[in-house]
């Protein structure tokens, strides 16, 4: 990360013609608290299914699907399509989880990468630029059906990319847009 105070000034202002509801830090620290909470679910997944607790993970998944609800409700982007489409997935992926967990799933990661791209975008976090593409390659090991022990080490390692991205954006002053 190698952001100057004239670097985050620049991405906490709106482009001209954006107007954007107001943004308290209160906010963002939930943002940031939901992150850790991606994190914790994904270890938790990995976890649940390295070690054959396959009726913990289906739980879990249900609080993945939340905490990346809860990361969509408080996401800050600019450009109004932007946030309604993560919204719109996070959504997506938690009313879908219960009935087609693999269609969960899909739109879960498709709003946690675009999150992670963003950061990556705005802020040079090294983990955002991987977490797009690790989640589509996760994703698509299930879709194969990937041995139960290596989709366990597939999310541990996502878990693992999803605290560095806190960590870094943790480090950040807490944002406000008024």
């Known amino acids: 990360m190698s952001n100057t105070r004239q670097e985050l000034i620049e991405h906490l202002t709106p482009p001209p013609g954006i107007v954007m509801p107001p943004y308290p830090a209160a ?7 939901s992150l ?11 976890m649940a ?7 913990w993970a289906r739980g879990i998944e249900g609080a993945f699907a939340l905490s990346v609800l809860w990361a969509s409700a408080t996401f800050l982007v600019w450009l109004k399509t932007w946030r309604h489409l993560v919204r719109a997935l996070g959504v997506g992926g938690f009313l879908l989880w219960p009935f087609w967990a693999i269609g969960g799933w899909a739109l879960s990661l ?25 989640s589509l390659a996760l994703g698509l090991a299930m879709l194969a059906q990937a041995p139960q022990i290596a ?3 597939g999310w541990v ?10 960590w870094g954006r943790s480090q950040l002053p ?4 008024s």
């Open 27 to 33: 906010r963002d620290r939930l943002y940031r608290y």
């Open 157 to 166: 390692a996502l878990a693992w990319l999803w605290g560095w991205l806190a």
């Open 49 to 55: 299914l390295i070690t054959g607790r396959v009726g």
């Open 174 to 177: 807490l944002f406000e847009v």
């Open 110 to 134: 498709a709003a946690s990468a675009i999150m992670a791209a963003k950061e990556t975008h705005c802020f040079h976090f090294h983990a955002g630029r991987v977490i797009p593409w690790y």
């Open 151 to 153: 989709l366990g080490i």
């Open 36 to 46: 850790v909470a991606i994190a914790l679910c994904a270890a938790a997944e990995g």
